[in-house]
């Protein structure tokens, strides 16, 4: 299974309402996430609201590269089982097409060699 290096540092923050959350729908990567509880916003850093109630700067991420079939069972949970082995915590989301992994800046170039060390290629 093939990993792609996403090239931007992310920050995952949260914010008041959705008025909070005012995008260009042409920028490269946002993920918003509305509950009953919250609204969550993972963006590029430089693109992060000035208006968060928290925010969590210092985050990288990869994806799975291709379409995954909602049929496929475990991928996920393969990578983030071989980086919970390793002490490496995530930060997970997923699209219709794929899921994306983001992990802590300085834990990001050992994740991708555990990952290419157990048979992912990275690219």
Do not use: H
Request: aromatic share 12%.
């Amino acid at each position: 299974m093939k990993l792609k290096k996403i090239d931007y540092d992310f920050t995952v923050c949260k914010v008041a309402s959705q008025k909070e959350i005012d995008f260009d729908l042409s920028k490269d990567f946002y993920f918003i996430g509305k509950t009953d509880e919250e609204y969550s916003l993972v963006c590029i850093t430089e693109d992060t609201p000035a208006n968060t109630i928290e925010r969590d700067d210092g985050w990288k991420a990869f994806r799975i590269e291709g379409v995954l079939d909602f049929s496929l069972i475990g991928i996920l949970s393969k990578i983030s089982g071989i980086l919970a082995e390793n002490k490496i915590g995530i930060f997970a989301v997923s699209t219709f097409n794929t899921d994306y992994i983001l992990v802590k800046k300085e834990n990001f170039a050992k994740a991708l060699e555990v990952l290419s060390q157990a048979g992912y290629e990275i690219a």
